[in-house]
């Protein structure tokens, strides 16, 4: 099961995932030392709250993704719950470059990964629903 196509992908959209917040890390630091805004300061500049508000939203984000991700990726297999992982890391990605161009250039970033989760919930649940029915019927 571990080495099955579905859960290689998906393992491997983990790590981007995993970059994706190495990213808004690095977007912090750097953001802060360009201001000169060191911790345990969280605001200041524009910029560096955007930056903070751009990490604290991924990782928000992150912590519902993930466990979906992963129920649809054992639950429904095949390739799509990877390609939705695909698109939330895209979406996220996108959010954070429009957030930190101008506030309210964050929606479509947002909308994009918004989706990618809520179809994983979808998938999730079926999946779900039909093993338990599978199991149900043996």
Excluded: D
């Amino acid at each position: 099961m571990l080495a099955a196509p579905a859960t290689i992908l998906s393992a491997a959209v983990t790590i981007l995932t995993a970059m994706v917040l190495f990213f808004t890390m690095g977007l912090v630091g750097r953001t802060r030392g360009k201001h000169k805004i060191f911790p345990p300061i969280m605001s200041g500049h524009p910029e560096v709250e955007r930056a903070l508000r751009v990490q604290g939203n991924t990782v928000e984000q992150v912590v519902i993704f993930l466990p979906l991700l992963w129920v649809a990726t054992l639950y429904f297999h095949g390739w799509i719950p990877a390609a939705l992982g695909l698109v939330w890391c895209i979406g996220r990605v996108l959010y954070a470059f429009g957030y930190m161009k101008e506030a309210n250039k964050r929606g479509p970033g947002f909308a994009i990964a918004a989706l990618a989760s809520l179809a994983l919930l979808v998938l999730s649940i079926w999946g779900i629903a039909a093993s338990w029915m599978a199991a149900s019927a043996a």
